[in-house]
C-alpha cells in the first residue's frame, strides 16, 4: 500500500487525455509537510481535473510515477529554505538549474506559493515562470497560454506567456546596477513587447479554499481545512499577509461555509479554520452557534489565529468543547505606543479581557506572539511587555502562558519594507527570556539568526543567486551565509546593505516592477505615519 492509497480524496481528478500535457507538480518538502499545505493541495487538484494535463506528485521522499515526457515542472513554493531541495529536485528531473541553461527540450519550470509572490527575486534564476496571485485565476490562464504555443521554441513561449497578467518571466527583464555592490538603478523589459510591470492577480469570488484530500500522513492527521476569510482589513504595518493579499474577503456562512464544512466533515472528524485572522470573518458568531450544535460533538476544532479582541468567552467555550485546549494570539509588544506606530488597534486592557475570557471558557493556554525590534522600539517597551505578561499572569491564575517571540523581518509590499533589522534585537530577546522566565511564564524566542536569514531573503535580489548556490553545501546557518558572502566580497553588497541597512523611499527596490494590491504613495503614507509617532 503506497502513501498515496492512503488519501482521502474530495474531488474526481479526471482521466487524461492523450495528448494531454506531461507535469510534474513538486512540493519542495517531505510528503507529510507537502500534503499539509492547502495552497499545494489546491494547485494540484486544478491541474488533475483537468483532462488537458497529465500531473504526478514529486515530494522529496515519494513520487507518483511520472510522465514519460514532461512539458512542465512546478513548485510550490512556501518556505524560504526550501530551496535547496528545488535545487534537489531539478537535478533529480535531469534539468539545468539555471533556466538561461534550459535548452528547448527541458520542460517549463514553474513556481508559486508565498515565498515567491513576497519576493521572488532571490530565486528569478532558477525559474522560467513564476505565477504572482491567486492560483484560481492564474492556473487556467497559463495552462490555456501554454497551449497556444505548446509546439513553439522556448522563447516564443516564454514571450507569449508574458502577456498573460500576473504571469512573470525573470529572464525578459533586465536588472542594472549603480555597481556590481551597489545598488538597483533600474529594472527593464528586454524587448519592447515585455510589459515593464507585472500585476500580481487577485482572486474576486466568495468561495474560498477548502481540502481536496484528506490523510493521515499529512503533518496534521485526518485535517481538513477550510480558509475562512483571505488577507485581513487591519494592516498591521509590517504585516505580509494583509498588505500582499488585500482586499479582505469573507465566504459567506451558509452558502459556503457550512456546505464546505459538512462535505468535510463526511470523510474526517478534524476540522481546520484557516485565514490570517479567522475570527474576522462578520458572521463568525454565526460559525460559532453553528459549531456548537449535536451533530458536530464529535468534531476536533484548531483555528489558525485569532484577533486578540474578538477572543470572547463563547469563543473559548466553543473551542474547549470540540477538543481545543489553547489559543495563539498575536498581540506584538506589551507598549501601546509601539502598538500605534506599528498600526495595531489593540490596547492592553483587551488583551487583559481575551486571557480572562479564554480562561472563562475553559481554555487551559494562552500563547502570545509578540515581536522585538519593531522600528521605533526602545527599552521601555520591552518593560511594558514585561509588565503586562505578568498582570496578566496574576489575573489568570490556573490559565498556563506563553510568549512566543520573534524578531521584526521586514517584508516587500509593506510600509517596513524601507526598514533593516535592528541588531540589538538579538540582545532584547535575551533579555525578555531572562526577565520573563523568573516569572514563571514560558518564552520561546525565534533564533534571531533564522530572522537575518528571513529578512536576506526578503529583500533580496538578483544577485543572491551565487550565494544561495554556494550555502546549499555550506548549509543553512547565518554561519554558511556570511562564509558566503566572505567568498563572493566585491560581487555584490553586503549582508549588512541587506538585513540591516534602513533603505531610503527613492531607492529602487528589487520587486519595484512587480504591483501588489496597493500603490507605492500608500505604502509611503503608512511609513510617514509610522515614523511621526515615533518621532513622537
Ligand atoms: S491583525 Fe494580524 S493578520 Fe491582521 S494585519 Fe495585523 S498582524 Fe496581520
Redesign the pocket.
Known amino acids: 500500500m503506497t502513501i498515496f492509497s492512503r488519501e482521502q480524496l474530495l474531488f474526481s481528478p479526471a482521466s487524461p487525455t492523450f495528448e494531454a500535457i506531461g507535469t510534474i507538480f513538486a512540493f519542495p518538502n517531505k510528503y507529510s509537510v507537502g500534503i499539509t499545505s492547502l495552497g499545494y493541495q489546491i494547485i494540484w487538484s486544478s491541474l488533475a481535473i483537468r483532462s488537458d494535463i497529465q500531473v504526478s506528485r514529486l515530494f522529496t521522499d515519494v513520487h507518483e510515477s511520472l510522465p514519460q515526457e514532461v512539458e512542465l515542472v512546478g513548485f510550490s513554493f512556501s518556505w524560504e529554505l526550501d530551496y535547496v531541495n528545488i535545487l534537489q529536485l531539478l537535478e533529480f528531473l535531469d534539468i539545468p538549474l539555471h533556466s538561461q541553461a534550459r535548452e528547448n527540450e527541458h520542460p517549463l519550470v514553474f513556481g508559486g506559493g508565498p515565498v515567491l509572490t513576497a519576493n521572488p527575486e532571490p530565486f528569478a534564476a532558477f525559474f522560467d515562470v513564476i505565477l504572482l496571485g491567486d492560483g484560481e485565476v492564474l492556473l487556467d490562464q497559463f495552462i490555456t497560454a501554454y497551449q497556444e504555443v505548446r509546439n513553439a521554441n522556448r522563447s516564443t513561449q516564454l514571450t507569449h506567456l508574458a502577456q498573460i497578467p500576473g504571469i512573470y518571466i525573470p529572464s525578459l527583464y533586465q536588472i542594472n546596477y549603480e555597481s556590481a555592490t551597489g545598488p538597483i538603478i533600474s529594472i527593464e523589459p528586454l524587448d519592447s513587447n515585455i510589459p515593464p510591470q507585472i500585476a500580481k492577480q487577485t482572486y474576486r469570488g466568495n468561495t474560498l479554499s477548502t481540502s481536496t484530500v484528506v490523510t493521515e500522513e499529512a503533518a496534521w492527521e485526518n485535517i481538513y481545512m477550510v480558509e475562512v476569510v483571505r488577507s ?1 482589513p ?3 504595518r509590517f ?1 505580509l ?2 498588505y500582499l493579499t488585500l482586499p479582505f474577503r469573507t465566504p459567506s456562512v451558509e452558502d459556503s461555509l457550512i456546505p464546505a464544512i459538512d462535505r468535510g466533515l463526511k470523510v474526517t472528524n478534524r476540522l481546520g479554520l484557516l485565514g ?2 479567522v475570527t474576522q470573518h462578520p458572521e463568525f458568531d454565526s460559525i460559532l452557534d453553528r459549531l456548537a450544535e449535536p451533530q458536530y460533538e464529535e468534531v476536533r476544532l484548531s483555528l489558525s ?1 485569532v ?1 486578540t479582541n474578538t477572543l470572547t468567552e463563547k469563543l473559548a467555550k466553543t473551542l474547549a468543547m470540540r477538543d481545543s485546549r489553547s489559543i495563539t494570539i ?1 498581540i ?1 509588544s506589551g507598549s501601546e505606543r509601539l502598538r500605534q506606530i506599528i498600526n ?1 488597534k489593540l490596547n492592553n486592557p483587551e488583551i487583559l479581557q481575551a486571557a480572562t475570557n479564554a480562561l472563562a471558557g475553559g481554555l487551559k493556554a494562552v500563547k502570545f506572539y509578540a515581536m522585538v525590534g519593531l522600528p521605533g522600539e526602545q527599552e521601555n517597551d520591552l518593560q511594558e511587555t514585561v509588565s503586562l505578561l505578568k498582570k496578566i499572569k496574576s489575573t489568570t491564575t490556573g490559565l498556563r502562558l506563553t510568549l512566543g517571540c520573534s524578531t521584526f523581518v521586514p517584508k516587500a509590499h509593506t510600509p517596513f519594507q524601507w526598514y533593516g533589522v535592528q541588531h540589538q534585537a538579538e540582545k532584547r530577546l535575551k533579555s525578555l527570556e531572562k526577565q520573563l522566565r523568573i516569572q514563571g511564564i514560558d518564552f520561546r524566542p525565534e533564533s534571531y539568526n533564522w530572522s537575518v536569514i528571513q529578512a536576506l531573503i526578503s529583500r533580496g535580489d538578483r544577485r543572491l543567486t551565487g550565494i544561495l548556490e554556494l550555502t546549499r553545501s555550506y548549509g543553512d546557518t547565518l554561519g554558511s551565509f556570511k562564509r558566503a558572502f566572505k567568498e563572493l566580497k566585491g560581487q555584490l553588497p553586503t549582508l549588512d546593505y541587506y538585513v540591516h541597512q534602513d533603505w531610503s523611499i527613492e531607492q529602487v527596490l528589487p520587486w519595484q516592477h512587480i504591483l501588489g494590491p496597493l500603490p507605492q504613495s500608500t505604502l509611503v503614507k503608512h511609513l510617514q505615519d509610522a515614523q511621526s509617532y515615533i518621532e513622537g
Open positions: 485581513c487591519e494592516m498591521c504585516c499577509a494583509s490570517a485572522s489565529s484577533r498575536a506584538e495595531k
